[in-house]
């Protein structure tokens, strides 16, 4: 990831055989694509609305937390995978498309800068604290966020951006989009926002100590900062919290603002700790009571850190109850309740899922709620392409199927129908999850891999790890409210050998005076192939390999196309699992460009 970050100094420098199972075999139709009727007939294609968007860490966080989730959203257009402060400032006028994906970092100044710059809080709230501590917070991180914002703006022409948030950054992005984002002319900069895990109605006093005990360090005063303005029961902001104030009239301040928001929230990840093979909602892990006797050294040596003492009394002198709510169920960081936005005072959330995955901090993408095939599916939907989903999805059947042949590993089908689905634009994903098991039957490894779903029914091929052994898999279905349909406990013995790769298309992509013409390709014989333009219906399978978009008017276009084959060695027809995608740009003179 670090490489692209030469467009950015660019651009800076230049403006400045089968085995048994449960499952069923879906069929595939041949018929044409409806595209063919000659790109000269039909009326030139509008581009679609192009926003930048902007992605923010949570706390303790960097820009490089979103490896995954950065490389979906970033598939035909431009990426900057890391801006601070200072690069924000430095963007000229016209130095960047509109189709930008910038990952924000609040924590420095500058790429290269040290890890935290001291002092720091979220920021930005209008009523001043009244625990006499404003002097020790001067740096804010909802400000820093403005100047990218602002920056951002300047480099595309924009006027609004879309905010993806994930943990604290979600309360980074509301404390600007609330307090910060309005012009002199009364409009805001954003137009939508996605919160991922965040603690929209605050943490409770003994998780705020906990987490002051956590960052007992060379950060302690910044850590206060942001401890205090995540409590709920921290009333030092003229009689209210921070987060109270921030909640009051969101949702009257979103409306006559005309921003949308909307979220998923992670319920612990199926085989991590407390999920195993039962599921998944696991108490709340954010209590490290260990160290103790280090937060109360640093009370003697930090002055900062008397700030929290009325929460810690107040932590104390409820204990009980303080300590029910704070182990209530999360995703071993951030508390479900707290990040729910079904309820009051968020009556005007779009819509918002959850998912079976971590908080943060674990190298398989699959099992991470930013990160997952499905999460980056919610961000397309609701940001890039604007949707605003109807949660009519439903899952009519799924199965888990070992397939194996002599020779080769066993791999996994998963057959999976569904059904209600109004528009293909909706987010829909998979998330197989797979367990090694010992000769005792536990769980002694874990790994997920996601997939993209479709309307009606698919199969799909995931070719997990060779080794073989006793392994036990959890399939879940996502719609546009969470976990539509689930197949769990299927255990299998699987059989040791070369590994069979799931289909996978290419596409290469010319473009002409004013459209473009695709060739695609496959991994695997006789493929089929089938494509969708601008984000519309995927039209029916068939072996044609090429395209052609209708003439094309200026914005950003993006042609998907999925394949299948039955390249394997049980010689079984499955789907891709994710869809191949090139971007199309033409701009005001009417110039196409093809954007990997």
């Known amino acids: 990831m670090r490489r692209v970050n030469v467009v950015l100094a660019a651009v800076l420098l230049a403006s400045c055989g089968g085995g048994g199972g449960h499952g069923f075999f879906v069929g595939s139709s041949t018929a044409p694509i409806s595209s063919t009727t000659p790109a000269s007939s039909l009326p030139p294609a509008p581009g679609l609305e192009v926003v930048p968007t902007i992605v923010v860490h949570g706390i303790t966080g960097d820009p490089d937390n979103f490896f995954q989730l950065f490389a979906d959203l970033a598939v035909g257009r431009t990426v900057i995978p890391e801006m601070y402060l200072d690069e924000a400032d430095a963007l000229q006028p016209n130095s960047l498309p509109p189709d930008v994906v910038v990952a924000f970092g609040y924590y420095k100044t500058h790429i290269g800068g040290p890890r935290y710059d ?56 509301r404390a600007y989009t609330h307090w910060l984002s309005v012009d002199p002319t009364g409009a805001s900069s954003v137009r939508r926002v ?60 979103c409306a006559q603002k005309g921003i949308a928001y909307a979220g998923l929230t992670a319920t612990g990840a199926q085989g991590g700790p407390g999920g195993g093979s039962s599921g998944n ?51 071993g960081t951030v508390r479900l309740a707290s990040s729910r936005l079904d309820g009051p005072p968020f009556l005007a959330t779009i819509f918002w899922t959850t998912f079976e995955g971590n908080h943060a901090n674990n190298i398989d993408p699959e099992q991470v709620c930013v990160n997952s095939t499905y999460s980056a599916d919610c961000v397309r939907a609701f940001c890039i392409e604007g949707k605003a989903p109807l949660g009519s999805a439903t899952c009519t059947g799924i199965a888990v199927s070992r397939r194996d042949a002599p020779g080769r590993a066993s791999w996994i089908q998963v057959d999976v129908t569904i ?35 479709r309307n009606g029914g698919q199969s799909l091929q995931f070719a997990v790890p060779a080794g073989g052994g006793t392994r036990r898999y959890r399939a879940v279905a996502y719609g546009e409210r969470g976990e539509i349909g ?25 473009p002409g005076a004013s459209s473009a013409h695709l060739v695609f390709s496959a991994n695997g014989p006789s493929p089929l192939y089938s494509v969708r333009f601008d984000r519309g219906d995927w039209q029916p399978w068939t072996e044609t390999a090429t395209f052609d978009t209708p003439p094309l008017l200026p914005g950003v276009h993006r042609v998907e196309v999925r394949c299948q084959h039955a390249g394997n060695g049980a010689g079984v027809q499955v789907e891709c699992l994710v869809p191949a995608a090139v971007g199309i740009r033409v701009d005001a003179t009417g110039n196409v460009t093809v954007v990997p």
Not at 198 to 220: D, H, K, M, T
Not at 241 to 251: G, Y
Not at 293 to 308: N, S
Not at 422 to 451: C, H, K, R
């Open 419 to 453: 059904a209600g689905v109004v528009s293909d634009s909706s987010p829909l994903g998979l998330q197989l999850v797979e367990e090694t098991l010992d000769a005792s039957g536990n769980a002694t490894s874990v790994m997920g891999y996601g997939a993209r779903l």
């Open 281 to 331: 909602l696991i108490p709340n892990n954010s209590l490290p009571m260990a160290q103790i006797q280090q937060f109360l050294t640093g009370l003697l040596q930090w002055g900062t850190l008397g700030a929290l003492v009325p929460i810690i009394m107040e932590s104390i002198a409820n204990l009980p109850n303080e300590l029910q709510v704070a182990m209530g169920l999360s995703d």
């Open 194 to 253: 996605f919160l991922f895990a965040s603690p929209s109605r605050g943490i409770n006093a003994l998780e705020c100590v906990g987490l002051a005990v956590a960052y007992v360090g060379s950060q302690e005063f910044m850590r206060q900062g942001e401890c205090m303005e995540l409590c709920e029961e921290a009333t030092t902001w003229g009689g209210s919290s921070f987060v109270d104030l921030m909640n009051q009239d969101w949702d009257a301040f």
């Open 118 to 173: 001291d002092h720091g809080s979220i920021g930005g709230c209008p009523v001043a604290r009244t625990d006499g501590m404003d002097a020790w917070y001067t740096i804010s991180y909802a400000d820093r966020l403005r100047h990218c914002v602002e920056g951002v703006k300047r480099a595309t022409g924009a006027s609004k951006v879309d905010l993806v948030l994930h943990s604290m950054g979600g309360l980074v992005g």
């Open 486 to 510: 689930v197949a769990s406990n299927v255990v299998f013995q699987l059989t040791d050998g070369a590994v069979d790769p799931s289909p996978a298309a290419t596409i290469q992509a010319t």
